[in-house]
């Protein structure tokens, strides 16, 4: 067996060891819902890449800055050709050395140069909503395990007591206390029960592979939930802070500046532009470089240009430009509105789940003593054995819905929170290490040598004079 199909089968191998219940020795345990929450938000493969991307895209700004400056631009040049000329020399070379500097562009430079800075704060905040669902997806599948791993142990329980009840109604059959009919009632309902808790073994196993896939770990011992941090108790604050930090409404806000500043770039295509350029070469014969000097030259170019016709193609671009923005206001509104529905639908799902878990815990009470008030009437012939059974799985089934609806309630918690843009690490785990994007952004922003204050005080001045300019 080769080295790459033995490393697998041992992966395989561990991973169902896993989830029929073991435990991997490689692994580390994550105890606590902050320790899935830290180790996540450090090594989940989804937000390493947004911030690898976003570090990508930091490096847009820092092109867009470089046409604010100078270039450089050395050459070298060796010809040669058949004719000879009058000295007999058939190969020439040529050194070349030249530089531009662009001074004004019709605000067309500070106009890139804003869309890529708009570009990049709108990636942030988009990085911001990855994180987010990252840990709301640590959360899901945290509660997820907790969930099913005391479903597990209810099921479990209730096809123990549900043995019991069928050894006991065969003891009771064997000396005539019941009949035939009890007994086919207890053997249906411990094979309902055997299904179920193969079931519930299934959905635990699913749960505990997401945990994996999201987490990067096996989940082991569990500890109950803490409270989540600032939950909102009322509506109307949850939509104000939901409107103001939700990081895709913020990052369409971003992208709807960066779309504004295009347009005002393609619009500078119409007006003048001004540079400077300056060339030094060197011309000889290649056998010959004696008195190099005497053979070169150089030259400097201040140069105006103004744009006269493109056959539509400038004002093409202008309507393109603003067709764009256009829809990127659209989607503006479009996220506005997506904000209010999942506020509100996240208010609903929560203040719902909080009133079925008061519920279900009173059920729960309900239950439990119903079930055993039946058991003790059952043993003095008050009670029918079908009676004991139905009032065994009403209780089993108020278990089930509590701690369904205890998860709900939290998960609906956190998507609030996320709504708000305020489930982040930080919040949740105030000990961890939190990746800055701005920090990147603000060591690379500035590279390259560039006179950008110079160029964009002098280009600026012609950002607003273009918008009423039409192509001829």
Same mark, same amino acid.
């Given at each position: 067996m080769s080295g790459a199909k033995s490393v697998r089968l041992r992966v395989g191998l561990s991973v169902l060891a896993l989830l029929a219940?073991?435990?991997?020795?490689?692994?580390?345990?994550?105890?606590?819902?902050?320790?899935?929450?830290?180790?996540?938000?450090?090594?989940?493969?989804?937000?390493?890449?947004?911030?690898?991307?976003?570090?990508?895209?930091?490096?847009?700004?820092?092109?867009?800055?470089?046409?604010?400056?100078?270039?450089?631009?050395?050459?070298?040049?060796?010809?040669?050709?058949?004719?000879?000329?009058?000295?007999?020399?058939?190969?020439?070379?040529?050194l070349t050395l030249s530089a531009s500097q662009p001074i004004f562009a019709s605000g067309a430079l500070v106009s890139t140069l804003d869309a890529a800075k708009a570009d990049?704060?709108?990636?942030?905040?988009?990085?911001?909503?990855?994180?987010?669902?990252?840990?709301?997806?640590?959360?899901?599948?945290?509660?997820?395990?907790?969930r099913d791993q005391e479903a597990l142990r209810i099921r479990q329980e209730n096809y123990e007591v549900l043995k019991r009840q069928l050894d006991e109604a065969n003891a009771r059959f064997s000396v005539g206390d019941n009949t035939r009919t009890d007994v086919?009632?207890?053997?249906?309902?411990?094979?309902?029960?055997?299904?179920?808790?193969?079931?519930?073994?299934?959905?635990?196993?699913?749960?505990? &592979?997401?945990?994996? $896939?999201? #987490?990067?770990? /096996?989940?082991? @011992?569990?500890? !109950?939930?803490?409270? *989540?941090?600032?939950v909102p108790t009322d509506f109307?604050?949850?939509?104000?802070?939901?409107?103001?930090?939700?990081?895709?409404?913020?990052?369409?806000?971003?992208?709807? &500046?960066?779309?504004? $500043?295009? #347009?005002?770039? /393609?619009?500078? @295509?119409l007006g !003048?532009?001004?540079? *400077?350029?300056?060339?030094?070469?060197?011309?000889?014969?290649?056998?010959?470089?004696?008195?190099?000097?005497?053979?070169?030259?150089?030259?400097?170019?201040?140069?105006?240009?103004?744009?006269?016709?493109?056959?539509?193609?400038?004002?093409?671009r202008i309507r393109q430009a603003a067709e764009g923005h256009m829809a990127q206001k659209m989607t503006v509104e479009e996220s506005r509105r997506g904000v209010i529905q999942d506020t509100s639908s996240s208010w609903a799902q929560m203040v719902a789940a909080k009133s079925a878990t008061a519920a279900n815990q009173e059920q729960v009470r309900a239950t439990r003593l119903a079930a055993e008030g039946v058991k003790m009437e059952f043993q003095v012939g008050l009670r029918t054995n079908i009676e004991v059974l139905n009032a065994e799985q009403e209780y089993r089934s108020a278990q089930l819905a509590l701690i369904n609806a205890q998860r709900d309630e939290y998960v609906a918690s956190s998507q609030l929170l996320a709504v708000m843009g305020s489930l982040n690490a930080r919040e949740l785990v105030p000990q961890v290490e939190v990746y800055d994007p701005a920090k990147n952004f603000d060591r690379v922003k500035n590279k390259g040598m560039t006179i950008e204050p110079v160029i964009r005080a002098i280009d600026g001045l012609g950002a607003g004079v273009t918008d009423g300019m039409t192509e001829k």
């Amino acid at each position: 067996m080769s080295g790459a199909k033995s490393v697998r089968l041992r992966v395989g191998l561990s991973v169902l060891a896993l989830l029929a219940g073991g435990s991997w020795a490689g692994l580390a345990s994550a105890e606590t819902l902050t320790d899935a929450i830290a180790m996540a938000y450090a090594s989940n493969p989804t937000i390493q890449r947004q911030r690898a991307l976003q570090r990508a895209q930091d490096e847009t700004y820092v092109q867009a800055r470089s046409s604010l400056g100078p270039s450089l631009n050395a050459g070298a040049d060796v010809g040669y050709n058949d004719l000879p000329d009058l000295s007999g020399n058939r190969s020439s070379t040529s050194l070349t050395l030249s530089a531009s500097q662009p001074i004004f562009a019709s605000g067309a430079l500070v106009s890139t140069l804003d869309a890529a800075k708009a570009d990049v704060l709108a990636g942030q905040e988009g990085l911001r909503s990855v994180e987010q669902s990252v840990l709301l997806n640590v959360i899901s599948v945290y509660t997820a395990v907790r969930r099913d791993q005391e479903a597990l142990r209810i099921r479990q329980e209730n096809y123990e007591v549900l043995k019991r009840q069928l050894d006991e109604a065969n003891a009771r059959f064997s000396v005539g206390d019941n009949t035939r009919t009890d007994v086919a009632q207890s053997e249906a309902r411990l094979a309902a029960s055997q299904a179920s808790l193969a079931q519930a073994k299934a959905q635990l196993d699913t749960s505990r &592979a997401s945990y994996i $896939a999201i #987490v990067g770990q /096996a989940p082991t @011992n569990l500890e !109950p939930e803490t409270a *989540l941090p600032n939950v909102p108790t009322d509506f109307d604050l949850a939509l104000n802070a939901a409107e103001k930090y939700n990081p895709d409404l913020n990052s369409a806000l971003f992208a709807e &500046a960066a779309a504004r $500043a295009r #347009v005002k770039a /393609a619009r500078s @295509n119409l007006g !003048p532009t001004v540079g *400077l350029s300056a060339s030094y070469g060197a011309f000889a014969p290649t056998n010959d470089f004696n008195n190099l000097d005497n053979r070169d030259a150089a030259s400097a170019t201040l140069r105006l240009s103004i744009p006269l016709f493109s056959a539509g193609f400038n004002t093409s671009r202008i309507r393109q430009a603003a067709e764009g923005h256009m829809a990127q206001k659209m989607t503006v509104e479009e996220s506005r509105r997506g904000v209010i529905q999942d506020t509100s639908s996240s208010w609903a799902q929560m203040v719902a789940a909080k009133s079925a878990t008061a519920a279900n815990q009173e059920q729960v009470r309900a239950t439990r003593l119903a079930a055993e008030g039946v058991k003790m009437e059952f043993q003095v012939g008050l009670r029918t054995n079908i009676e004991v059974l139905n009032a065994e799985q009403e209780y089993r089934s108020a278990q089930l819905a509590l701690i369904n609806a205890q998860r709900d309630e939290y998960v609906a918690s956190s998507q609030l929170l996320a709504v708000m843009g305020s489930l982040n690490a930080r919040e949740l785990v105030p000990q961890v290490e939190v990746y800055d994007p701005a920090k990147n952004f603000d060591r690379v922003k500035n590279k390259g040598m560039t006179i950008e204050p110079v160029i964009r005080a002098i280009d600026g001045l012609g950002a607003g004079v273009t918008d009423g300019m039409t192509e001829k």
